[in-house]
């Protein structure tokens, strides 16, 4: 039986009919909608309207769908159900008999899926910020065995100055480590429960809302009927946030392209991660990278597909909602298949070493650190650099290196300039130089890791608990 065929003369156009459904994508819903159910039979008995015994039979009936379910995938194939919550009712009625009807009392669809979509929400940060503190974890073992390895840090894409690989990678650690936060902080704010909204102006039957929704694990109920049937704000709170970690991915992947390409030859990509060309025989492709880049533009567009899905809608619930779950869904699985498979290939990478320490240390990038030591010895900061500036150029013009300029040639620039100049100049004297917290100063770096270890540990505890 439809949920809803009572007013009706004549049924519906059969294409329309099957072209409104939602049950092909919000099926994945099944586990969110029994919970919600059997929270809401509860209600329905404390308020009266089930028996005890209907109450048993309704929630043995609304645990064996789950059972089968779980068997069986098969058992989902049904081409009669309009959505997930018609789904429920006919497999129950099939289970149980007419009592299993008595289970809609007072509740509508609407309060439902706002419901299940929260449940299924929140289920899937807890997954996400687990993957996070696996990948955060990777990048940091890689970050500890880099240990002094140096690289050059680039702004505009030109060297600038040398830093250590292990800050390089910390970089990316914290970013990930604020998208964990701020799914986490997404999460605190749609922890609240719809159950009792009715479709628009609450439920018609005394339900407490309370016990549904500490049943459910929320931290209350919603407010407001109006708002609580027709609030997409959380998933799209959720799925810009997830932008924003896929944006993070994009750089991520980005960067290990320029890297990995034969200019640079920073990074050698893993075989296992890569592919081969059907033309070229030499060729060995970033496909992992490029994929990661790639669906992010997608994941963006689910964010603003849902953004524009909800802009100018009217109060409450609108069928255009039924829109809001497969950019989600899809946001969401995109998502939980890539994190683990950044942090095999990050596992897996391996870091030219050699090239990388070559490039620290060539391209002027010690210049800061030279006029740091002129400022070290009183001269003003912007003398200073203009000092070393006119050093660079004349080394442009001999396609050398500072250390290699003459000390009285230097002495000609400033009178400031003395033998131990060129030990300021070396590489470990550079690193050192930035010995403040957050730079690259190598016991700077080292303590950074661990901090960022126990960042980590509680990502990774908070994240468990919950699940
Ligand atoms: N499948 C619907 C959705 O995803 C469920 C709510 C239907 N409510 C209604 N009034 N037709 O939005």
């Not at 156009?13 to 939602?22: C, G």
């Amino acid at each position: 039986m439809k949920m809803w065929s009572g007013r009706f003369r004549q049924p519906l156009d059969p294409d329309f009919e099957r072209w409104q459904r939602s049950f092909s994508f919000d099926r994945r819903l099944l586990k969110c909608e029994l919970l919600a159910s059997n929270a809401h039979a509860r209600a329905l008995k404390a308020a009266g309207i089930l028996s005890s015994d209907e109450l048993i039979s309704i929630l043995r009936g609304l645990r064996q769908i789950g059972e089968k379910a779980a068997e069986s995938p098969a058992f989902l194939d049904d081409d009669e159900a309009e959505d997930v919550h018609h789904f429920v009712e006919k497999q129950l009625v099939t289970l149980i008999g007419e009592t299993g009807y008595k289970l809609h009392s007072g509740r509508s669809r609407n309060e439902q899926i706002a419901t299940d979509l929260r449940l299924y929400v929140r289920a899937t940060i807890d997954q996400l910020r687990q993957e996070l503190a696996e990948l955060c974890s990777v990048l940091a073992d890689r970050a500890e065995q880099a240990a002094d390895a140096a690289m050059p840090a680039y702004t505009h894409l030109q060297r600038a100055e040398p830093v250590l690989l292990g800050h390089w990678l910390l970089a990316y650690v914290e970013m990930f480590l604020r998208d964990a936060e701020r799914l986490a902080d997404c999460r605190k704010r749609l922890n609240v429960c719809p159950l009792g909204s009715g479709a628009v102006a609450g439920a018609t039957l005394p339900l407490d809302r309370g016990l549904m929704a500490d049943t459910l694990g929320f931290d209350g109920a919603t407010a407001n009927s109006i708002d609580a049937t027709s609030d997409r704000d959380f998933v799209i709170e959720f799925v810009n946030a997830l932008s924003l970690l896929a944006l993070h991915l994009s750089r991520w992947a980005e960067e290990m392209i320029l890297f990995s390409s034969q200019e640079y030859s920073f990074v050698i990509l893993p075989e296992a991660y890569s592919t081969g060309s059907s033309a070229m025989p030499q060729k060995k492709n970033p496909d992992l990278l490029e994929l990661v880049r790639g669906k992010s533009g997608r994941i963006l567009g689910n964010a603003t597909a849902l953004m524009v899905a909800v802009k100018g809608l009217p109060l409450a619930y609108n069928k255009d909602l039924q829109e809001t779950q497969e950019p989600l869904f899809d946001s969401s699985d995109t998502l939980l298949q890539m994190l683990p498979l950044v942090a095999g290939w990050m596992k897996a990478v391996d870091f030219n070493r050699e090239r990388m320490l070559q490039a620290a240390q060539t391209g002027f990038m010690n210049a800061w650190a030279g006029a740091t030591y002129l400022v070290k010895r009183g001269v003003p900061s912007r003398l200073a650099h203009e000092r070393i500036g006119k050093a660079v150029q004349m080394c442009v013009e001999r396609n050398c290196e500072l250390q290699d300029l003459p000390l009285d040639e230097l002495r000609s620039l400033s009178p400031a300039f003395d033998q131990d100049f060129y030990e300021s100049l070396n590489l470990a004297s550079v690193l050192a130089v930035h010995d403040v917290p957050g730079g690259t100063a190598p016991s700077r770096v080292r303590n950074a890791i661990s901090i960022t270890r126990k960042k980590i540990e509680s990502l990774r505890e908070e994240a468990h608990a919950h699940a």
